[in-house]
C-alpha cells in the first residue's frame, strides 16, 4: 500500500485539483461541492497535509513510518462530525441488532418456535433457557458497546433500556433472571430458570406488551442512532481513498 509519505507536490495538487472544477459532483447552491466542502471542514484535507510535510522532512526514518501507519489509523478510525469513532459506531449498530433479533424470536407470537408446546401440552424448557439466554448475552454486550459511545441519544436509548429492565427486576428474578446493581447486566441461573413457571417466563418475554419487546424497540432505536451517526463520517479510508458517505443535507444546514 502506497503510504502517505511517498505523496509528492503533484499527487497533492491533484488532490485538490476538484475543489476548483465546476464539473464536481454534488454540487449544492453557489457551485459549492458539499462532499469536498465537508472534508475541509472536517479538516481531513488538513490533516492529510500536515502528515504530508511532516513526514516528508524526516523521509527514510523509522519514526516517519510509525507516523504514516497513525495518521492512516486516526483517518479510517475517526468521525468527523460524530462523537464516536467508526469502530465504535459499527459495533453498536451490530450489537443493537443482535438484541433485537435475540428479543423478536422470543416476542414474535405468530410462528414462534420457542413458546411452542409438544404433542404433550408441554414447553420446551431448553429450548425457551437457550433463548432467553442468548438475549440475556446480547442486552449484556450491547451494554458494553454503548458504554463507549459519547453520543447523548445513544447513551439515552440505553439508559432507557436500562430503566425498562429495573422495572422489570422483580418478575425477572422470580425467574432466575438478576440483574447487576453497578452495571445492570442480566444473569441466568440456569437451575432456577428451568424450574420457574413458565407461563410467568412467557409473560414476561411473549407479546407485544412483553418485557423482550420493549427491549427490542429501544435496541432498534439505538441501531437507528448508530446509523444516523454512522452516515456523518466523512473521511479517507485507510486505503487512502475517500469515503463520500456524509449527509450532504446536514452540511448544506451548517453553512448557514
Known amino acids: 500500500m502506497r503510504g502517505i509519505s511517498m505523496y509528492d507536490s503533484s499527487s497533492v495538487s491533484t488532490l485538490f485539483s476538484s475543489l476548483g472544477s465546476s464539473k464536481s459532483t454534488g454540487s449544492g447552491l453557489f457551485g459549492i461541492n458539499l462532499s469536498e466542502y465537508a472534508s475541509i ?28 501507519k497513525n495518521t492512516i489509523e486516526d483517518l479510517a478510525t475517526t468521525t468527523s462530525t460524530s462523537k464516536d469513532s467508526t469502530k465504535t459506531l459499527a459495533a453498536i449498530e451490530s450489537d443493537a441488532k443482535e438484541l433485537t433479533d435475540s428479543a423478536k424470536a422470543l ?16 414447553y420446551d424448557t431448553d429450548k425457551i433457557y437457550k433463548a432467553v439466554k ?12 454503548a458504554g463507549k459511545s459519547s453520543t447523548n441519544r445513544i447513551s439515552r436509548s440505553v439508559s432507557s433500556m436500562k430503566n425498562e429492565t429495573s422495572y422489570n ?11 447487576d446493581e453497578k452495571t445492570g ?6 437451575t432456577t ?35 444516523s451517526e454512522a452516515a456523518k463520517s466523512n ?12 449527509n450532504s443535507g446536514n452540511i448544506f444546514t451548517d453553512m448557514f
Open 235 to 246: 473521511t479517507y479510508t485507510k486505503n487512502g481513498t475517500y469515503n463520500y458517505n456524509y
Open 134 to 145: 442468548r438475549f440475556a448475552d446480547d442486552y449484556n454486550s450491547m451494554l458494553d458497546t
Open 41 to 68: 471542514r472536517s479538516g481531513s484535507y488538513g490533516k492529510l497535509m500536515r502528515s504530508y510535510f511532516s513526514m516528508d522532512s524526516t523521509k527514510g526514518t523509522s519514526k516517519s513510518d510509525d507516523s504514516t
Open 107 to 122: 416476542y414474535t407470537r405468530s410462528n414462534n418456535k420457542v413458546f411452542t408446546k409438544d404433542s404433550g401440552g408441554s
Open 185 to 190: 447486566k442480566l444473569s441466568v441461573d440456569e
Open 193 to 227: 430458570f428451568k424450574s420457574a413457571d413458565t407461563e410467568k417466563i412467557k409473560n414476561l418475554f411473549n407479546g407485544t406488551g412483553s418485557y423482550a419487546y420493549s427491549v427490542a424497540t429501544k435496541a432498534a432505536m439505538t441501531e437507528s442512532y448508530a446509523k
Open 169 to 179: 427486576e422483580k418478575p425477572l428474578k422470580e425467574i432466575g433472571i438478576t440483574v
